[in-house]
């Protein structure tokens, strides 16, 4: 009887990294010599999976060779990679994810992200991957496209941020020049926004500028203390758009519409929006909120179909809009 040849099964590129991680963090010292025999990999492919783990899973700064032990480490022991994606609906997620990246195009951070996705998905068995593809086209993102991001000056707040270095830059056309604490960069509707506190003798507090107004960008050698609750979603209450204002606001909405109801009925507005409906068939909304630049403009966009009740600044401002819009609508 002849003796079936049962064809070896070698290890891909994923689960070589994943296992020369996992050597590492048993503290060892493991050589590329040890790396090819527990992964039966050539040399030149251990070298190859070595600066992937460091260009393409973090440890680029982390992953060191000890020339006296001759084997590497990490500097920070507690550092791992990603465990691989195992349950096709994992997979399913990675694919949208990199499709949800999409929005973020023309930015550092998004060249660096996906270059993780995509070594994921090469490392994805064939059937798994087709399903996953044939769900990902089917399942679609929208936004705005986002706006090109300097190199430079992405570069130059990532390392101001990291070590809470002041920053100081001209924006847009005026003359002055700005001088802030970075906090966080934000995300929103196709821009990207720097949050900040502002310290110049003249302004003392939070302010968004959109990166690409931002030029001439020079780190500050000096640092600040970042707040415990420096957060843009600790401090913003309401989701009407990118804005904090100073301070908290009871606002009561009449909404006459069935179809406006709905449509604002399927969004969290804000974290305690509530809806009572009356005996004349209208909605009152309440909720409370910090975004007041906002929430105007969020009002007249529902037009005739939203009508403020509170507070008395959003009533008086929204009145004077649809009077205004008004005489134009009738050419005076």
């Known amino acids: 009887m002849v003796k079936e040849k049962v064809k070896k099964q070698y290890l891909n590129g994923l ?6 991680d996992q050597m590492i963090s048993q503290g060892g010292y493991p050589s590329v010599e ?24 973090g440890a680029e700064d982390i992953l060191q060779y000890d020339r006296i ?27 949208l994810m990199s499709n949800l990246l999409n929005l973020i195009k023309n930015t550092p951070v998004y060249k660096k992200a996906i270059e993780v996705f995509n070594s994921l998905s090469d490392n994805i ?19 705005m496209d986002p706006v090109k ?45 720097l949050y900040t ?17 931002i030029h001439d960008l020079k780190i500050d050698p000096r640092t600040f203390e970042l707040p415990p609750d420096f ?12 804005y904090i204002g100073p301070e908290l606001m009871n606002c009561k ?38 975004q007041d630049y906002p929430l105007l403009g969020w009002v007249l966009s529902h037009g005739m179909y939203v009508q403020p009740l509170e507070p008395e600044w959003l009533v008086n401002e929204w009145g004077m809009n649809v009077k205004q819009m008004a005489r134009l609508a009738n050419g005076m």
């Open 69 to 95: 032990r001759k084997g590497f480490y990490y500097t920070q022991p507690s550092f791992r990679i990603p465990a691989m994606l195992t349950s096709e609906k994992q997979i399913v997620a990675a694919q």
């Open 231 to 242: 957060e843009y979603t600790k401090r913003a209450k309401g989701n009407f758009r990118r």
């Open 149 to 193: 991001i300097d190199d430079e000056i992405w570069t130059k707040l990532e390392e101001a941020m990291s070590k809470n270095n002041y920053i100081r830059f001209k924006y847009l056309n005026y003359e002055r020049e700005f001088v802030v604490q970075p906090w966080q960069l934000i995300y929103s509707e196709g821009m990207w926004s």
């Open 15 to 20: 689960e070589r990294i994943l296992k020369i």
């Open 125 to 143: 068995d064939e059937d798994s991957k087709l399903n996953s593809k044939k769900l990902s086209n089917r399942i679609l993102f929208l936004g």
């Open 34 to 57: 040890d790396f090819a025999r527990v992964t039966e990999a050539s040399i030149p492919t251990i070298n190859r999976d070595l600066r992937d783990l460091r260009l393409k899973f």
């Open 197 to 213: 506190y502002n310290q110049m003798p003249d302004v003392k507090a939070n302010r968004f500028y959109n990166l690409p107004g």
């Open 253 to 290: 909405l009449k909404i006459t519409s069935e179809k406006t109801l709905n449509y604002i009925k399927t969004y969290n507005w804000a974290e305690d929006q509530k809806f009572e409906t009356q005996s004349d068939g209208s909605t009152i909304m309440t909720f409370t909120t910090n």
